[in-house]
């Protein structure tokens, strides 16, 4: 059978709050970041495994509180009073700052500057501040006092909500048992759950087939690690 060219054009993930998909594996996170006015000391950080909606409760935090948001691994080239000026900043992966003298003197500064003047710090990585190896003093204790939120993996709802949401962003209809069964067999992550629908949907454009069980199997069983 002749292939078809097929175009995958994927926008970037929305972060809008209408758009992220409340299960048991998140409703608690996103209590804690609703909550953020009453953050014990004016800070939060999320903890979460990749792929399991940090940036999405980031994005939300964001739009709702008017805060900056910036990766760990850019704070030592940032402006840290007009950050903190700011009055809410969102740090992503801010466990990167470990070890680089600059970058932890810098999230220092910003701790400092921004809590002082009653501003809102929040920080995302995979595992809690008291865990990560930084050589600065007083940024450990300060990090040690951080209360956390955690995001736990995904599970069975999440999943197959957000890849029946994926697949209605491209128009496609894939019956129940279809999405039970990637479910059933798919890397417990988001980010792969965009990945597999972005597949099958090439596939199906290439092949002109329908994405039933059968295209199922075969997308699944042609991508390393992708097995459950």
């Known amino acids: 059978m002749a292939r078809q060219l097929a175009f995958d054009l994927p926008g970037a993930p929305s972060l809008r709050r209408e758009d992220f998909m409340v299960t048991a594996a998140n409703a608690n996170a996103l209590r804690s970041l609703e909550g953020w006015a ?7 950080a999320l903890i979460g495994p990749p792929g399991s ?7 939300i935090w964001a739009a709702e509180t008017g805060a900056t948001v910036l990766a760990g691994a850019a704070l030592c080239n940032a402006d840290i009073p007009a950050l903190a000026e ?62 956390t939120a955690h995001l736990e993996p995904p599970d069975d709802a999440l999943l197959a909500a957000v890849l029946v949401k994926l697949f209605a962003d491209r128009q496609i209809a894939v019956p129940p048992v279809v999405v039970g069964y990637l479910v059933a067999r798919m890397e417990r992550s988001l980010a792969a759950a965009r990945d597999l629908v972005a597949r099958l949907d090439r596939r199906a454009l290439a092949e002109h087939r329908r994405i039933g069980l059968q295209l ?13």
């Open 86 to 147: 700011t009055g809410r900043v969102a740090v992503e992966g801010a466990a990167a700052v470990a070890g680089a003298p600059e970058a932890e003197r810098a999230l220092l500064h910003l701790h400092n500057h921004l809590l002082a003047g009653g501003g809102r710090l929040l920080l995302t990585a995979s595992t809690a501040p008291a865990r990560w190896p930084v050589d600065l003093p007083d940024l450990a204790s300060r990090l040690a006092a951080t209360a």
């Open 38 to 44: 009453d953050w014990p000391g004016g800070k939060l």
């Open 53 to 59: 909606g940090k940036s999405h409760l980031v994005g």
């Open 216 to 228: 199922a199997a075969e997308v699944l069983d042609s991508a390393p690690g992708q097995g459950r």
